[in-house]
């Protein structure tokens, strides 16, 4: 049973860098057919997709925040980190990592998500 | 890339069927066979209860359907329960490996 669990720095000031690692338990992490993912959640916005990577890999960002976005993996720790700079009031939301089937786009497993709020 | 439109809302009583709408275009939805559904439950996180428009993953009740025409995807809740009062949120893939989601339905089960 993969379980994804994540943390990082919940409160940051405008222009800090928001950064998350997220830890895949139950050895999947680098099976050709996963691609591992962050999404955040905002009440006035709902979910969106932030990006994704394969493994240590090749990565796909959402084209409204790819200035901003840096998505790393680690295969010896099964990590994967997520980091968005410049960060303002805006980027404050739930942030959740999850995994993703790659050839059919739709994400199966999703950690239990991160608060991140951003105020000076 | 524009959200996808889902209602703001839907409601119905229990044993009642509704349907959720999920509005695309012809280069998401309309373009794609790689619609999801996700319920939320208040504090949770999203569980996947369709992909591939019409698949149900294991342990998803069968009371739960997807389908799709054109660039409308719709999820149908049938026999309601107290249980699906939730969020609902529909998801597309939307080319050049990105995806995108609605807005999300609040399911209130009077």
């Known amino acids: 049973q993969v379980q994804l669990q994540q943390w990082g720095a919940g409160l940051l000031k405008p222009s800090e860098t928001l950064s998350l690692t997220c830890a895949v338990y139950?050895?999947?992490?680098?099976?050709?057919?996963?691609?591992w993912g962050w999404f955040r959640q905002t009440p006035g916005t709902g979910l969106e997709w932030i990006g994704e990577?394969?493994?240590?890999?090749?990565?796909n960002y959402n084209p409204s925040l790819k200035s901003r976005v840096f998505i790393s993996g680690d295969t010896s720790k099964n990590q994967i980190s997520l980091r968005l700079s410049f960060v303002t009031a805006a980027d404050t939301a739930v942030y959740y990592c999850a995994r993703r089937i790659g050839y059919h786009y739709y994400m199966d497993v999703w950690g239990t998500g991160t608060t991140i709020t951003v105020s000076s | 890339q524009s959200a996808l439109t889902q209602p703001r809302s839907v409601s119905g009583s229990p044993g009642e069927s509704v349907t959720i709408s999920c509005i695309g275009t012809s280069s998401d939805i309309g373009a794609y066979n790689y619609v999801s559904w996700y319920q939320q439950h208040p504090g949770r996180a999203p569980k996947l209860m369709i992909y591939?428009?019409?698949k149900r993953p294991s342990g998803v009740p069968d009371r739960f359907s997807g389908s799709k025409s054109d660039n409308t995807a719709s999820l149908t809740i049938s026999g309601l329960q107290a249980e699906d009062e939730a969020d609902y949120y529909c998801c597309s893939y939307a080319g050049n490996y990105t995806l995108i989601f609605g807005g999300g339905t609040k399911l209130t089960v009077l």
């Open positions: 139950g050895g999947s992490y680098g099976f050709s057919d996963y691609y």
């Open positions: 990577i394969k493994g240590a890999g090749s990565t």
């Open positions: 591939v428009v019409i």
